[in-house]
Each structure stands twice: as C-alpha cells, then as structure tokens.
C-alpha cells in the first residue's frame, strides 16, 4: 500500500466528461521511463500496434483520410502488404498490378531517375528490397479488404482529377506533394508524422483509450511500423516463419524472426535459412493462396473492414 499522497492530473474528453491521467505519467511518485532520445534503441522501437491492433489500423487510417488524404493509400500499401516507404514512392501507375475488389500487387522499382530528377539525394527513396532481389522479382502482394479498396478507389480517384487539372507534372505519380511532384521520402515521412500527432492527440481525449494511448505514445515508431504491423497480420493467420519472411520478400530469416519468439534456436534458424534459399524466388512476396483465402479473407480480414 502507497503512502505518498499522489496528485492526479484531469482531462476533459469530447463529451465533457473529467477523466484522471495515470498516475504514474509525469506523476510526484518519480516513475522512470526509458529516454526518448535514445530512438536507435531496439527495445525502444515498437514494431507493431500491440493486440488493439485491428482497431487501431482503421482508426489510425481514417485519421490519414482527415489529416493528409494523400498518403491514406499509401499507408495501406505499407500496413497490408509491409512496403518500405523507399518502396512506396517509387511506385507509378505502371507498377499497380490492379483486378478490382479482388487482387492487388505491386511491382517493386528503382523508378527514382523518372520520379525524382529534381532532388539532388535520393537516399530516402532507395527501395531497398532491389539491394537483394532482381527488379523482375520484386514484387508484393497486397493483403486486400473492403477497407483497402476503398482507399484505392478514393486515392484514384483523386489522381484522375489532378491529372486532369494539370496539377501533376508527371502523369506516372502515385503520390505528389504540394507541388504536384512525386512525393519525396521526408515528404512523406512528415505527413506520416503529422497523422501520427493527431492521431495521438485524438486518442488520448477518447474515454476509455488510456492503454491504447499510453502504449503509443511512449515509443519510438515510424513508417516502417507498416511492415511491423503486415507481419502481425501474417503471424495471426498462422503462417511459419519461412512462410512470413516469403510472404515479407525477405532472403533472411532473422528479418521475420525479429518478430517472433526469441527463444528459437541457433539451430533452427540455419535449417530455415537453408529451406529460405532452396525457395523458390518468383514466390517472394506471395502468399500461399489456400492459406490467402482460409485465414486471411475468412478470417484476420474481417477485423480490418471499414466501420461506417
């Protein structure tokens, strides 16, 4: 039992409802938390949005279509098929290998001399998966859902109008920034930034939100959350981790190992490294679609669907 007399500090919430904070946020009682200057800390870093995460996604990509519209589809392409934001502005209407409300791949290209000639660097648009895999066999299968579709439609249909409107100055962009150019890597990672405040600041006013709120707001994540969160979704449609790292297009396993138990042995990890190799590399990127189909589309998926 505490003897200290603790203050509590108060919110108001959207209804007009005073709700406490935690006590032991900021609190008299002296709680130490990690730094967060330390972002390169692996501890640190969240990989995914914990076991909320279903609800979290929706919310978190409705606040996008409020926030920054332009970037809605994008985020889907990272969170439901785990691109690297390098990955994702590269992506022209070429690359969108599209059979509406049914499939979606995307191709995965150094499209940077065609995107970005007017930046002088380039390194936050490298799409990192080439560094490993011919362009020709870098491709993604997008984990698809009423929700994703309906940011695609939404997002086309917005590239069909500003191309229209001659706002864009290269009818191959995706995604642009205010300019009509094709949106750079720090672009995109400061719109992606300004949803996340909001994001934040919305949840915390949300009665009943504290857990989820507390959990996000006192780690370090960026962009590449999307892969965290693509993986999660692989890991509960019960794929192995040979299965993840195809289905990720990784060529090493300890990458999909990062987010498994740690408690796999040295052992295992060289025999799914050998079975890793022996794959077939046309099959990075993919999903088996018996499993597609069982565990994804009639099951995982039903929790991602848009709430109206």
Not at 43 to 72: C, Q, S, T, W, Y
Not at 183 to 196: A, D, I
Not at 291 to 296: D, E, R, S, T
């Amino acid at each position: 039992m505490l003897n200290e007399d603790i203050d509590f500090n108060y919110y108001q919430d959207q209804k007009g409802n005073w709700l406490k904070y935690s006590p032991f946020q900021s609190s008299s009682l002296g709680t130490k938390y990690p730094s967060r200057t330390h972002n390169n800390n692996k501890f640190m870093k969240l990989k995914d949005f914990g076991p909320n995460r279903n609800k979290l996604v929706i919310e978190f990509l409705e606040e996008a279509k409020d926030v920054a519209p332009e970037i809605a589809f994008a985020l889907c392409l990272q969170f439901f098929g785990g691109l690297r934001r390098g990955e994702v502005v590269n992506i022209t209407r070429a690359d969108l290998d599209v059979k509406f409300r049914k499939s979606l791949s995307v191709q995965i290209r150094d499209n940077r001399s065609i995107l970005f000639s007017h930046l002088k660097d380039t390194s936050a648009e490298n799409p990192k998966r080439l560094n490993y895999l011919e362009t020709h066999l870098a491709k993604q299968m997008i984990l698809d859902s009423d929700l994703l579709w309906d940011y695609y439609e939404a997002h086309m249909k917005d590239l069909d109008i500003k191309l229209k409107t001659g706002f864009l100055k290269n009818p191959m962009v995706v995604f642009y920034d205010k300019n009509g150019m094709a949106m750079s890597g720090r672009v995109y990672e400061k719109r992606f930034k300004k949803v996340k405040r909001s994001f934040l600041s919305k949840l915390a006013k949300s009665a009943g939100r504290e857990d989820d709120y507390m959990f996000l707001k006192d780690s370090y994540w960026s962009t590449h959350i999307g892969r965290g969160i693509f993986t999660s979704f692989l890991l509960d449609m019960d794929l192995s981790i040979l299965q993840i790292a195809i289905a990720r297009g990784d060529t090493n396993i300890e990458s999909a190992l990062d987010y498994v138990d740690g408690k796999t042995t040295i052992h295992y990890i060289d025999g799914l490294q050998n079975e890793l190799h022996n794959a077939p590399i046309e099959d990075f990127g993919s999903i088996d679609q018996t499993i597609y189909k069982n565990k994804w589309l009639n099951g995982v998926a039903t929790g991602v669907r848009k709430t109206r």
